[in-house]
T-cell receptor, first 116, second 112 residues
Framework: AQKITQTQPGMFVQEKEAVTLDCTYD???????LFWYKQPSSGEMIFLIY??????QNATEGRYSLNFQKARKSANLVISASQLGDSAMYFC?????????????FGQGTRLTINP | ETGVTQSPTHLIKTRGQQVTLRCSSQ?????VSWYQQALGQGPQFIFQ???????GRGNFPPRFSGLQFPNYSSELNVNALELDDSALYLC???????????FGSGTRLTVV
């Protein structure tokens, strides 16, 4: 069975500091995709970054980077130079397979609070 | 291009009633997935519609059903509402079954 584990229920960081949000996953499928989403209090899931299981390099999107360690089944999100607007819930999710119905399996999330 | 639009934004229903939630997919997207997010939890996959047919379902009972229309918009129907159905219901659209997902802002359903 698929599983996503986010071990940090809450994180508190000073503005302008870098922060790492942890995510480990479990799958037996050789082809999968890993996503990070930000969910503000409004409820919308905002896509941040994607890493494919066959990608050789770690994904980066602006201030977001994904530290992908395949052997350890780890996909940590790194936010550089945090901003007050980064305060939100963050979810790691995994999509498996390339055929048939695709679904995202989400972790429990990490609530990130940026302090001024 | 427009994003994913969900309606209504909030809804209060009584236990035993039926509810229909609506989702307009992003322009160019032909696949719609529905997720249920209970308070303090990550979203759980309900089902996915591709080319107007359900092509995958999570661990939800048959009283959760859906439709996809020719314009790729979708509905989620829940019959015989239970208190535990209170949640944020998120719709996500994508192009094909391996494309990136765009989520709507969700419908907050409260069952009393």
């Amino acid at each position: 069975a698929q599983k996503i584990t986010q071990t940090q229920p809450g994180m508190f960081v000073q503005e302008k500091e870098a922060v790492t949000l942890d995510c480990t996953y479990d799958t037996s499928d050789p082809s999968y995709g890993l996503f990070w989403y930000k969910q503000p209090s409004s409820g919308e899931m905002i896509f941040l970054i994607y890493q494919g299981s066959y990608d050789q390099q770690n994904a980066t999107e602006g201030r977001y980077s994904l530290n992908f360690q395949k052997a350890r089944k780890s996909a940590n999100l790194v936010i550089s130079a945090s901003q007050l607007g980064d305060s939100a819930m963050y979810f790691c999710a995994m999509r498996e397979g390339i055929q048939g119905a695709q679904k995202l399996v989400f972790g429990q999330g990490t609530r990130l609070t940026i302090n001024p | 291009e427009t994003g994913v639009t969900q309606s209504p934004t909030h809804l209060i229903k009584t236990r035993g009633q039926q509810v229909t939630l609506r989702c307009s997919s992003q322009s160019g997207h032909n696949t719609v997935s529905w997720y249920q997010q209970a308070l303090g939890q990550g979203p759980q996959f309900i089902f996915q519609y591709y080319r107007e047919e359900e092509n995958g379902r999570g661990n939800f009972p048959p009283r959760f059903s859906g439709l996809q229309f020719p314009n790729y918009s979708s509905e989620l129907n829940v019959n015989a509402l239970e208190l535990d159905d209170s949640a944020l219901y998120l719709c996500a659209s994508s192009f094909g079954q391996v494309g990136g997902y765009t989520f709507g802002s969700g419908t907050r359903l409260t069952v009393v």
